[in-house]
Nanobody, 116 residues
Framework: QVQLVESGGGLVQAGGSLRLSCAASGGIFSMNTMGWYRQAPGTLREMVALISSGGNTNIADSVKGRFTISRDNTKNTVYLQMDSLKPEDTAVYYC??????????WGQGTQVTVSS
């Protein structure tokens, strides 16, 4: 079982930046596919960015060119750098970890609010 703790959310003006962090414990971090998802009120949770154990990334079209996902296997941490934020990026952001048998763990979420 992987435990995930997100941090770095907050309130920012449109055009600003935030960096989310997700610290993982348990499991073998370097072998997990890590990801960030988000959920705004009244909507389904959607994938924002994924990074494989080998460092390959998959970024949602809605944030491509503005958000960057990265990982530091020495710190068991995955990051989401969010630049040029827009009000529509407002959501609760969740960290995920998918292990080698496709079991997915979730963090508790961190709120990101972008004011116009």
């Amino acid at each position: 079982q992987v435990q995930l703790v997100e941090s770095g959310g907050g309130l920012v003006q449109a055009g600003g930046s935030l960096r989310l962090s997700c610290a993982a414990s348990g499991g073998i971090f370097s072998m997990n596919t890590m990801g960030w998802y988000r959920q705004a009120p009244g909507t389904l949770r959607e994938m924002v960015a994924l990074i494989s154990s080998g460092g390959n990334t998959n970024i949602a079209d809605s944030v491509k060119g503005r958000f960057t996902i990265s990982r530091d296997n020495t710190k068991n941490t995955v990051y989401l750098q969010m630049d040029s934020l827009k009000p529509e990026d407002t959501a609760v952001y969740y960290c995920s970890a998918r292990d080698t048998i496709n079991h997915i763990s979730w963090g508790q979420g961190t709120q990101v609010t972008v004011s116009s």
